[in-house]
């Protein structure tokens, strides 16, 4: 059964930089898995902010960026402000439908 | 505006029958694939189930599978999920979301309905 990995938690410094990691069980994302991230505070519908590996959703800011570093994807908070303080998933697509990561609870402080 | 809202969730008995419904408005809804998300609580997001737009291509994840059914009626711009023979780990919020295709993500999410599983 493929699982998507990603870090449990993260903390980053207000101004900081921090990168979230998303990986597969077995063998590597690439961009053929059109990786998505999504931002969720509590009791929030999920946000979408990374489409296709790199693309920012409209309204985004530009301290977001995503990419794919080795064999993972991977999500770039520059400039980490407190309203940053969220949980992050990494959903990729299997083909028929998608695959979410455990997500990753990040803390700015 | 583009928007999505679930409605029908509720408490279930084990072994039990709900049906959640989305409504969908601001976009041609016959155009797009949709997608049911899960969160149970306390827990991470998961993947349920989703539709094509016509109705022709119907996925579901593994622990669904043959308990629940999704469906649509595009006249009524409306998404269900018929969900049978409820376990106590079916207890989740339940999202509706729409997929942007060529790019395989879901762009617009719903609020969510919640669904509690309990005798």
């Known amino acids: 059964q493929t699982v998507v990995t990603q870090e449990p938690s993260f903390s980053v410094s207000p101004g900081g930089t921090v990168t979230l990691t998303c990986g597969l069980s077995s063998g590597s994302v690439s961009i053929n898995y059109y990786p998505s991230w999504y931002q969720q505070t509590p009791g929030q519908a999920p946000r979408t902010l990374i489409y296709?590996?790199?693309t920012r959703s409209s309204g985004v800011p530009d301290r977001f960026s995503g990419s794919i570093l080795g064999n993972k994807a991977a999500l770039t908070i520059t400039g980490a402000q407190a309203d940053d303080e969220s949980d992050y998933y990494c959903?990729?697509?299997?083909?028929?439908?998608?695959?979410f990561g455990g997500g990753t609870k990040l803390t700015v402080l | 505006e583009v928007q999505l809202v679930e409605s029908g969730g509720g408490l279930g008995q084990p072994g039990g029958s709900l049906r959640l419904s989305c409504a969908a408005s601001g976009f041609t809804f016959s155009s797009y694939t949709m997608n049911w998300v899960r969160q149970a609580p306390g827990k991470g997001l998961e993947w349920v189930s989703n539709?094509?737009?016509?109705?022709?291509?119907?996925h579901y994840a593994d622990s669904v599978k043959g308990r629940f059914t999704i469906s649509r009626d595009n006249a009524k711009n409306s998404l269900y999920l018929q969900m049978n023979s409820l376990r106590a780990e079916d207890t989740a919020v339940y999202y509706c979301?729409?997929?942007?295709?060529?790019?395989?993500?879901?762009?617009?999410w719903g609020k969510g309905t919640t669904v509690t599983v309990s005798s």
């Open positions: 959903v990729l697509y299997m083909g028929s439908g998608f695959l």
């Open positions: 296709s590996t790199h």
């Open positions: 539709i094509g737009s016509s109705s022709d291509s119907i």
């Open positions: 979301a729409k997929m942007r295709f060529p790019y395989y993500y879901m762009d617009v």
